[in-house]
């Protein structure tokens, strides 16, 4: 390839990756009980209706669960990137001609954040989830936090800075692999 963003791979070989395999979050019913505290101290004070104010607070605690979902799809998908980058590694180590590309004694070489830039280069279908966002969580937290800890102020943060920040972080990269020289699959295990 002629394009100086990517690492070039001796030969003309289709190199074959293991498959992304996907544990997506399953669609389960989210306790709005745990969150109706949250959702109560969110709303301002107000002269209204108690019928209105509970209806109001409903609608955040909705609101707050659906925010939630969207965390664990986003983990899931991290979870599942970051998983399959491990996978790729054991077969880049196992390949001669791929071995060499990911060490960082060897000019120019690519980083694990390259494997999601073929991700998206490839045009994988991911549902609405951004991969950066999805690994960047997965890198924040080892675990998915429990909804118990989801309040205003946390999706403010975790959506502004956090996510993001460990993805940029994590993700410099010199050079990139070419699309047109790995093939994989992805399988949805869930």
């Known amino acids: 390839m002629s394009d100086q963003r990517y690492v070039e791979i001796p030969g003309s070989k289709t190199h074959e990756l293991p498959p992304l395999l996907l544990h997506c979050a399953m669609d389960s019913a989210t306790d709005l009980t745990s969150v109706m505290q949250e959702a109560e101290d969110m709303l301002a004070a107000s002269d209204a209706d108690q019928e209105i104010l509970e209806q109001r607070k409903l609608d955040l605690a909705v609101h707050l669960a659906q925010q939630y979902k969207g965390l664990l799809s986003h983990w899931n998908w991290g979870d599942s990137v970051i ?4 996978q790729c590694e054991i077969t880049f180590e196992s390949e001669g001609v791929l071995r060499k590309l990911l060490h960082p004694d060897v000019w120019p070489h690519a980083s694990r954040a390259s494997f999601v830039e073929l991700l998206r280069e490839k045009a994988i279908p ?3 989830v951004a991969l950066d966002t999805a690994v960047g969580l997965r890198l924040t937290f080892r ?5 118990d800890c989801f309040s205003s102020e946390f999706l403010f943060y975790l959506n502004a800075t ?3 920040t460990a993805y940029q972080a994590w993700s410099q990269s010199p050079v990139l692999f070419p699309p047109d020289r790995f093939h994989f699959d992805v399988l949805d295990v869930s």
Not at 83 to 86: T, Y
């Open 83 to 86: 998983e399959w980058i491990r």
């Open 143 to 147: 675990q998915p936090p429990p909804i």
């Open 162 to 164: 956090v996510a993001g």
């Open 126 to 128: 991911t549902g609405g």
